[in-house]
């Protein structure tokens, strides 16, 4: 092996290394270029994801927008608004809403299941990044999982979509009966969904908007 061939073998082994290090790129019609140990590491590890300032940091070094976040929180109940859209620049919630959870086999009206499965017509917990407009519905925003938990999302077919039973909502029941207006979808008020095609048709255009579903 001559002195050329070395120095390619060399390089090759030093970029193959690299690649876990390289802050990942995304564009809104492609999957990630990179599927990024660091990336999930630091959100997982070291991020709180209700402290504003640290969800801002962290969207500034991974190329996520700095502009919007969206944190649903499926442990409070679904009587209660659990969907909340935050203004980073600001550090303040601009809206909230209701939000029904995925209607599958084992999911109740007070106590959602989670799972990835195509099919299963549940919510999936995970980080997730808004990738276009649905066509299932008139105002509608698909969805890309970015976690194990939530990686067939596009598959699935996953939006952000409002219903009729949520705008309706007066908040005079502990939970909002679970039905076929949520087979896995976040399914907001209509208020909710004019905030967010607003998001997708603005910040979202120079960096995806992180959304990010939990469970306690």
Known sequence: MNKIHIILLVVIV????SIP???????????????????????????????????RDYCERRGYSTDYYILVDFSI??????????DLQHGKCVLSSYCMHGSGKGNTDA????????GSGCSSLGRYV???????????????????????????GILIHSAGKVTRFSGDRE???????SRGCFTVSRDCMTKVMEIYRGASKHRPVMIFAKYK
């Open 175 to 181: 939970y909002i009966p679970i039905g076929s207006e």
């Open 130 to 156: 808004m990738v276009g407009k649905g066509s299932k519905f008139k105002k509608s925003i698909r969805l890309r999982g970015l976690d194990k938990t939530n990686c067939l999302a596009e598959t699935r």
């Open 14 to 17: 030093l970029l193959i290394v």
């Open 77 to 86: 109940p679904s009587g209660k608004k659990r969907f909340f859209i935050y």
């Open 21 to 55: 290090f390289v802050p990942p790129i995304y564009n809104r019609y492609t999957k990630p270029l990179y599927k990024n140990y660091v990336d999930v590491k630091e959100w997982y590890g070291k991020v709180d994801c209700e402290n504003l300032s640290q969800v």
């Open 111 to 118: 106590k959602p299941k989670f799972s990835n499965e195509v």
